[in-house]
Structure formats: C-alpha cells, structure tokens
C-alpha cells in the first residue's frame, strides 16, 4: 500500500475543486446559488473536522491541565487551575525516582534500538538483494511468526532468564532484540526491494562482496527505512510495558517510567497532578520524535500496517 | 546469478557448485541473526511450553507430568478462564466493528488533501503515539464519577445518573473502547491510505451515472477498501486476544486485577495472572496454546479467505 497522502489538488466528481491551502476555487460560471451551496458544504465540513479535532485533544489537554493544579484541585470538579503549579514537575523528580525511571528508559530502548537495526538489516538485504532457493519461502515464513502471540513464548522465556538469574534484569529486554526482528525486517526488506538491481549487479561486476554493497550502497540508499525502523524499536521500548512489568518490577531501581506511573499510587497517596505531570513528561519524548520524523512514521505505519 | 536449480544437473562444473556453496553460505551468514534468535527466542521456547502445559510447574521444583488435566481444568472447571473468554469476545464483537467504522469516517474526512486537513490528520494521529499507561491512567481520571469532566459534562447536559465507568462492571469495557477509539489514529492511517488508492475515474463514472453519495459509498468505496476492514478485523480479533496494557493498568488503578468485579479480566490478563502471579507455569502455558490455535485459525483466514472474499485490486504487499 503505497498511496500518496499528500496530493495536493483534489478533484471530487463534480464537487468544486480544492486548491493546496484549502480555498474551494470559485468557476465564474457556476450559479450564485450553487456557489453559497459549495460555501456551506466548506464550513459544514470544516466544523465537524474542528469538532473531531477537539474530542482527539482534550484528553492531552486535560492530562496538562491537571498536572498544573495543586492537589486538592486535582481531586475536585475544578477544570482550570486557579493557578499554574509548574512546580509539580519538579516536585515529580523529588519525590520519586523520575529521573533514574527516564535514565532506565532510555537504556533499555536506545540498546534495544540499536540490536534491532544491527540485527535485521542483514536479513532484510538477504531477503531482498540475493538470489537463493527457498527465499520467498523463508520470507512467508518470518511474516507468520509476527502473528505468533507473545505469550507462547514468553513463560518459557521467563523461565530461562530466571534460571541464567537474569531476573530482575535489564538482560532479558535488550538480549533478543540483537537477534532479529520479524516486523523490523519485513519493513526493510520492503524498502530494500524497491532499489534498482541494475545498481547491485555492477557493483558485482567489479567484484564487490554483498557485505561491501550492502554496507556502502544499499544502506546509504535505505536511509529513511532504516530510520522507520529506528523509530518503531525505540517507541515501542519506551511504551512497553508488559516486558518491564515481568522482569523489571522486582527492583525498584530498575523500575522504566511505564512502571513507575502505574505504581506512582502506592509510593505516593493519590498525588493525581503529580501522576499527570510525570505522564506529560513520559509523553513527550515520544510526541517529539513523531513530530520530527512524522512523515517517515505515517509512511511506515501505511506499509506495514501496524505500529511498532 | 541465475536460479541453479534450473541448471541441468550434469552441466554443474565443480567450479559452479563451489560458487553456488559460497553464495548459501554468504546467505547463512545474513540470515543467521534471525536464524539464532527463531532458534533461541521462538521455536525452542514454543517446544518448551508445549511440554510445559502437560505439566504442573511452579518455578520451584520440577515440572510434573499431568497429562491433559490442564487444558481439562480449563474447559470444565476455571470459571475466570470462561469469564476472561467472554470479556475478550465482548471486545472482539461489540469493540472491533465499533473501532472500524469510527476509522473508516474519520479517514473519510480527510480525504481531501490540502495543508489543512495535514493539521488535522496529525490531531486526529497523535493520541495512537501516547504510550498506553499514560493513556489508561489518563482515561481512569477523564472517566472518574466523581471529579471527571466527562461526567461533569453530562450532568450539565442533563443526565440523571451518568456511567461510573470504571467503577462499574456495566461501564467498564465501553470506557476501554472510549480509550480505543481515542488511540485510533494507527488503523486510521491505513483506512485513508486504502480510500486515496480508490481510482478518481470511477467516481467520475458514477457521477456520469447521477449516483448519489451513499450509492457512492456503497458500491465503489466499501468494495474497494474491503481488503482493509477485512485486514484489520483480523488483525484486531488476534489483538483482542492480546490485549494487556490498558486492561492491567485500568484495573490496577480502580482495585486490582480484572477490577471492577472481573470485568475487565481478559484473556491476556488471566493468562499473566497464573503464570506471573500465582507461578502455575504449567496451566499459563496450557492457556498459551489455547491462544496460538485460536490465533492460527484466524491468520490462516488472512492468507486462505483474503483471497475469496474481498476485493483486490492489487494485492497485499504491492
């Protein structure tokens, strides 16, 4: 699926026509009551895209609402803040480990970050760039074994870590991502495929090894794949969740900020605007990345079809 | 670099085959990251917990055999395990074709490109970036009875006795789909990359025809993105089966595991609760099983039925 998603003129059947900045072009020859029509359908439209809009936002906005209250209004039917505790935030690193929560965070996703792109590239450029039996057959295969559900491996997975006395332990996330993931190459191999062999195969007249062309030309050219990629392994490190929660909870040090926001209630009594201030903190690492890479994120997102 | 399978066996030269050799092992060397981890992190634990679910095991001793008792423990004796089942079904029947439709009608309205429907898509996106426990947590405190403004809203609006949500067994599951459809921006994407590769000629067409906008919709747009509602019904029925975060963490926050009174217990929190709980590691890798044949039936719809019942106009990986 490889649809453009930002044409920019639009024809609609015999709907007016809608220029790049969004004005409906007027034709001299449509009749005035056509034209007022076309104007009302423009505001109708515009209208129910703010009202979607709003009802998309006002959770985020809510979320930062309260975690400028003091904690009395936090608790109360109070929806705007008399005044801006900004102070919560700071007072979310004083009384919890917020920044060692961010540090293991940041850990484990940049590692893990790291052993999926080592790891999938390779067999993603296998996939795509050589020629061998069986190919297409080991490619079907890695596609099935992303709808394998986690949970049939995850308790024997526990048990090993448990017995290699990896628990609790930052091991048992960062090990496995250095050994290939099914989606990360599938998503590379996708990209990698649309490069012109023409260009492979003269490297190969010169007497190039796959490792060279693969490290100089096609890695080059798969730059925004790779960084999907990237992208996809890190986000999904930092919103993980289950994976801390299994063999991450028994040491409080270890402790990732998912962790630490479910279990903010029992270190601290019901201190609500302290708990949303530590979730804006939490949020916006993630929000950044998307907003400097969101065209690479939606376009990953329309190949695969899943986010990471 | 032709395939050397085609080659008559006789005209391979010794040199030919060595080439052949260094060009498999070359592929070895590739693949082997991937080879590894299937080995290591996939196959051999699957195994494993095979012969896991024939036994009982509680981490400490050694695993017993049992025989099939867990998976008949299951079927005829666990209560939670059909509670979680019918919790998980609750979603996959009354959340899934919701979150569809609810996709399809917002990848509708953006449609139609220009730089201000992009403000609007990424409005309509970013929530589906939040990590999942913000989101749970920040559902549990939009939803609260009390000091919520959602139901301050509806009181406003005039309703006598607004949901408890995620105090009440009722309300519960519709405040997870609330939180579902608010993160929808994901299948969103791929609903509106499905209608921009609709072809433009075969509305045009239809206009000719003087067909109307629901016509329109009916007979061009929905057989064209059926490939779409039928990849992300499936995809979503195998999710559902999945579904962890957001069940654990609202459950967590309002009184504990599947709270309030086991409605929120699915069938990946039972799972998690037996074997990471309560350490039966036999009977959670028995569920575990359970899981893959249901999910196996519903991928092999996606390579088998896809084909039969919707409508391609290419294909799935084009």
Sequence with gaps: ?308 | MTALESVPRREVTPQARRQHRKQMLTVLAFMSPWILGFLIFTLYPMISSLYFSFTRYDLLGKPKWVGLHNYQFMFTQDVDFWLSVRNTLWIVVVAIPIRVVFAILTAMLLVRANKAIKIYRTMFFLPSIAPAVAASLAFVFLLNPVYGPVNQLLSKLGVANPPLWFQDPNWSKPGLVLLGLWGIGDTMIIFLAGLLDVPRQLYEAADIEGAGGWQKFRYITLPMISPVIFFSVITGIIGSFQYFTEAFVTSSQVGGLGAPEGSLLFYATHLYDQGFQSFRMGYASALAWVLLVVTLIFTLLIFRGSKRFVFYQGGMFR
Aim: cysteine-free; hydrophobic content about 55%; proline content about 6%.
């Design chain 1, 1 to 308: 699926m490889t649809a453009t998603l930002d044409r920019e003129v639009v024809v609609t059947g015999s709907d007016a026509m809608t220029m790049p900045d969004g004005r409906v072009v007027p034709v001299r020859s449509v009749p005035s009551g056509e034209r007022r029509r076309r104007f009302l359908r423009f505001v109708a439209k515009h209208a129910i895209l703010i009202a979607v809009s709003a009802m998309f936002m006002v959770p985020i906005a809510f979320v930062v609402l309260t975690s400028l209250m003091t904690d009395q209004e936090a608790l109360s039917t109070t929806i705007w803040p008399s005044s801006f505790q900004w102070s919560n935030y700071s007072q979310v690193f004083a009384e919890v480990p917020f920044l060692r929560w961010t540090f293991n965070t940041f850990l484990i996703a940049i590692l893990g970050t790291i052993g999926t792109v080592v790891s999938s590239v390779p067999p993603a450029y296998a996939l795509s760039r050589m020629r061998w039996k069986g190919r297409t057959v080991t490619f079907w295969f890695i596609i099935a074994t992303m709808m394998l559900p986690f949970q049939v491996t995850v308790i024997s997975l526990y048990i090993i870590f448990v017995r290699l006395g990896w628990v609790p332990g930052m091991l048992p996330l960062i090990v496995p991502a250095f050994f290939g993931d099914a989606f990360s190459i599938f998503l590379l191999r996708q990209f990698f495929a649309s490069i012109p062999e023409e260009l492979s195969d003269a490297a190969r007249v010169d007497g190039a090894s796959e490792w060279a062309i693969m490290t100089k030309l096609v890695i080059p050219l798969a730059k925004p794949a790779i960084a999907a990629v990237a992208l996809f392994s890190f986000l999904g490190a930092w919103n993980d969740f289950f994976g801390p929660l299994l063999y991450l909870i028994e040491n409080q040090d270890l402790w990732t900020i998912a962790i630490g926001l479910n279990e903010f209630k029992g270190l601290h009594h019901v201190e609500a605007n302290l708990q949303m201030a530590a979730s804006v903190m939490f949020m916006i690492p993630a929000i950044i990345l998307f907003f400097s890479a969101q065209k690479v994120f939606i376009e990953g997102v329309t190949l695969t079809g899943v986010k990471g």
